[in-house]
T-cell receptor
Framework: KNEVEQSPQNLTAQEGEFITINCSYS?????LHWLQQHPGGGIVSLFM???GKKKHGRLIATINIQEKHSSLHITASHPRDSAVYIC??????????????FGKGTLLTVNP | NAGVTQTPKFQVLKTGQSMTLQCAQD?????MYWYRQDPGMGLRLIYY???????DKGEVPNGYNVSRLNKREFSLRLESAAPSQTSVYFC????????????FGPGTRLLVL
């Protein structure tokens, strides 16, 4: 069983829809990251969470430490949001090395 | 600022050939990482360097070696390439302690025949 599971694997939406991508993990963590990988391959960091909720523009990320679950929401989705969204965790046992364990990613396609 | 750069962008090797993937950063970050990304799998850590002069194995180090040449540069070497090493390789950096964000290079696509 993977330590980081994302759902769904693939998601197709119409422009303007509210989107939710889920991430569940099975280990104790110090932090959880959401990243975006563009169709051209580049990877950028969106959020780092250790508790609660963060918002940046139309993107909202939440985490429930007790339930070992995080969600990434996109409001008013747009075709330019089409990308692979990746969840990654830093385990409690990672010490000071800041090593991340990654999920397989969710491929989001937003149609106009 | 270029951020994190990787060379080459694309490479084709024959089984048994060697090559070095280069990564350089101009952000003065201490930590650097090499990952590989394969279809249907998450990014996996090959090696990392917490600071200049130190390197450590990650999840999938077999078949690779690294050199942290200086604070700016972190290279990944394949001594004898195998088809199983066909992948997309990403270099990433992280700033000084206290910052979790990793900054990724554009990737190197490697095909081993």
């Amino acid at each position: 069983k993977n330590e980081v599971e994302q759902s769904p694997q693939n998601l197709t939406a119409q422009e303007g829809e509210f989107i939710t991508i889920n991430c569940s993990y099975s280990v104790g963590i110090s932090a959880l990251h959401w990243l975006q990988q563009h169709p051209g391959g580049g990877i950028v960091s969106l959020f780092m969470l250790s508790s609660g909720k963060k918002k940046h523009g139309r993107l909202i990320a939440t985490i429930n430490i007790q339930e070992k679950h995080s969600s990434l929401h996109i409001t008013a989705s747009h075709p330019r949001d089409s990308a692979v969204y990746i969840c990654a965790v830093r385990q409690n046992s990672g010490g000071s090395n800041y090593k991340l364990t990654f999920g397989k990613g969710t491929l989001l396609t937003v149609n106009p | 600022n270029a951020g994190v750069t990787q060379t080459p962008k694309f490479q084709v090797l024959k089984t048994g050939q060697s090559m070095t993937l280069q990564c350089a950063q101009d952000m003065n970050h201490n930590s650097m990482y090499w990952y590989r990304q394969d279809p249907g799998m998450g990014l996996r850590l090959i090696y990392y360097s917490a600071s200049e002069g130190t390197t450590d194995k990650g999840e999938v180090p077999n078949g690779y070696n690294v050199s942290r040449l200086n604070k700016r540069e972190f290279s990944l070497r394949l001594e004898s390439a195998a088809p199983s090493q066909t992948s997309v390789y990403f270099c990433a950096t992280r700033a000084v302690s206290g910052s979790e964000t990793q900054y990724f290079g554009p990737g190197t696509r490697l095909l081993v025949l």
